[in-house]
Nanobody, 117 residues
Framework: QVQVVESGGGLVQPGGSLRLSCAAF????????ADWYRQAPGKERELVAT???????NYADSVKGRFTISRDNAKNTVYLQMNRLNLEDTAVYYC???????????WGQGTQVTVSS
């Protein structure tokens, strides 16, 4: 069984920063590719950032230059550093990771990010 746990969400003022973490536990050897998604109220879930097994990254246009996805293979953890947050970044952020060996994908439960003055 594999458990994916996101953390680091919270309330922040516009212009502030947060760092989200996504850790995989259990029967998973190592995270392969991983993605961060977000879903705002009344909107569809959207892809925010991707990191491949080799560390290549890709970002949605709305977060380019402000968000950075990274990984720590030793900790089986993926991060999302979010800077210069604005009101439109308010959403539940979800992590999706792929098991490097099996190719199975697993979702976390989500962490709330609220940007408000």
């Amino acid at each position: 069984q594999v458990q994916v746990v996101e953390s680091g969400g919270g309330l922040v003022q516009p212009g502030g920063s947060l760092r989200l973490s996504c850790a995989a536990f259990g029967n998973i050897f190592r995270i392969g590719a991983a993605d961060w998604y977000r879903q705002a109220p009344g909107k569809e879930r959207e892809l925010v950032a991707t990191i491949t097994t080799t560390g290549s990254t890709n970002y949605a246009d709305s977060v380019k230059g402000r968000f950075t996805i990274s990984r720590d293979n030793a900790k089986n953890t993926v991060y999302l550093q979010m800077n210069r947050l604005n009101l439109e970044d308010t959403a539940v952020y979800y992590c999706n990771v792929v098991d490097l060996i099996t190719g199975r994908a697993f979702w976390g439960q989500g962490t709330q990010v609220t940007v408000s003055s």
